[in-house]
Every structure is written in C-alpha cells, then in structure tokens.
T-cell receptor
Framework: KNEVEQSPQNLTAQEGEFITINCSYSVGISALHWLQQHPGGGIVSLFMLSSGKKKHGRLIATINIQEKHSSLHITASHPRDSAVYICAVRDDKIIFGKGTRLHILP | DAMVIQNPRYQVTQFGKPVTLSCSQTLNHNVMYWYQQKSSQAPKLLFHYYDKDFNNEADTPDNFQSRRPNTSFCFLDIRSPGLGDAAMYLC??????????????FGPGTRLTVT
C-alpha cells in the first residue's frame, strides 16, 4: 500500500515569501496530483504530474520519480493562497496525503 | 463553464433518516467518484463509476449506496445515517478507463450534519 507523506503539516508565512510544500510516497505511481482546498471544503485540482515540472501562474510543481518526491512551490505568496494543499498519488487507486495547512499573513 | 455541481451544499438530517446527495456534471466525463472527508482528514474514496460500471471500495459501509441514472448525474444515498457519517461529501469526475489516468475535477462538496 502506498504511503503519502506531506511536510510541513502547517506553515505560516508572510506575504511575498517563497513557499515550498513537499510530498513523498513509498511505491511507484502513474501520476501525482496537487489539490487546493479552501475553507468551506471545495477542492480545486492544481496540477497532475507524471514527470518533470509544470508551472501555472505563481505555482510550480515538480516531481522526481526516482526519489518518489514532489514539491509544490508558490512564488510571491499572497493571503488568498491560504488553504490546505493536498498531494494525492495514483497507482491502482488514488491515495491522498493529509494535507499542508498554509496561512499567509498580510 | 463546464463544471461539477453538488446539491445541496449543506444538508441536515436526523439520525436514521435516509438522505440523498446529488452530483451533476457538464464535462461529459465517463468516470464519477464519491469521497467522504471528515474534519482535518484526507478525502476517502467511497465508490466510483466507470460509465455504468459501479466500483465499491472494500471498506465502504453497506449503509452507503450510489446510483448513476445517466452520464451527467450521480447520487449518494445514505440509508440510515449515524452520527459518525457527518462529514463533507465530495463528488469528482474524470475522463478515463480503468487503465488510464486523467485529472479529477471536484465539486464544491455537500456538508452533511446528522442530529
């Protein structure tokens, strides 16, 4: 069974800081998702990766298949980025990490 | 805009009183998922449909049932809700087949309270 670990669990930063959230998993996967969940519950899919790097606006996601590790970066962070960021991996089913709670202070 | 819609957003039911949550999509995706998410926990997959093919997770209680009358709609029925079933219920869709991998699109969720 795949184990998905995210770090840190909680992160508070000042507006403008560069943010990194990490995800590691234990077994080979076919794809990895980064999801964003705001208070109130709705989940938004940010990225789906199977190799390399993707960028969308201020968000960058990377994955290292050999090391079984992915990172989500936020450049020039803003209070509206405050949310829970969830890593989910797919082998024969999708398995979610417990999430990283990010709080950006103005 | 194409999207995943869940109704209602908030549902209150009484202990033991059957409740139905609904999900609809305009994405024309063939796969639909139901997840349960309890406070501060990761979403937990309950079941999913590949087209009309229903796939139940092994640890999903029998109290939870689902119906998919057509491509656009999927329902989650909780036959006899208990206090432990209070949670956020998330619907998601994707393209795909059992062997392919596509991005999932989530609805806003229905928060269920059991009194």
């Amino acid at each position: 069974k795949n184990e998905v670990e995210q770090s840190p669990q909680n992160l508070t930063a000042q507006e403008g800081e560069f943010i990194t959230i990490n995800c590691s998993y234990s077994v080979g996967i076919s794809a990895l998702h980064w999801l964003q969940q705001h208070p109130g519950g709705g989940i938004v899919s940010l990225f789906m990766l199977s190799s390399g790097k993707k960028k969308h606006g201020r968000l960058i996601a990377t994955i290292n298949i050999q090391e079984k590790h992915s990172s989500l970066h936020i450049t020039a962070s803003h209070p509206r980025d405050s949310a829970v960021y969830i890593c989910a991996v797919r082998d024969d089913k999708i398995i979610f990490g417990k999430g990283t709670r990010l709080h950006i202070l103005p | 805009d194409a999207m995943v819609i869940q109704n209602p957003r908030y549902q209150v039911t009484q202990f033991g009183k059957p409740v139905t949550l609904s999900c609809s999509q305009t994405l024309n995706h063939n796969v639909m998922y139901w997840y349960q998410q309890k406070s501060s926990q990761a979403p937990k997959l309950l079941f999913h449909y590949y087209d009309k093919d229903f796939n139940n997770e092994a640890d999903t209680p029998d109290n939870f049932q689902s119906r998919r009358p057509n491509t656009s709609f999927c329902f989650l029925d909780i036959r006899s809700p208990g206090l432990g079933d209070a949670a956020m219920y998330l619907c998601a869709t994707s393209r795909g087949t059992p062997l392919s991998v596509y991005e999932q699109y989530f609805g806003p969720g229905t928060r269920l309270t059991v009194t």
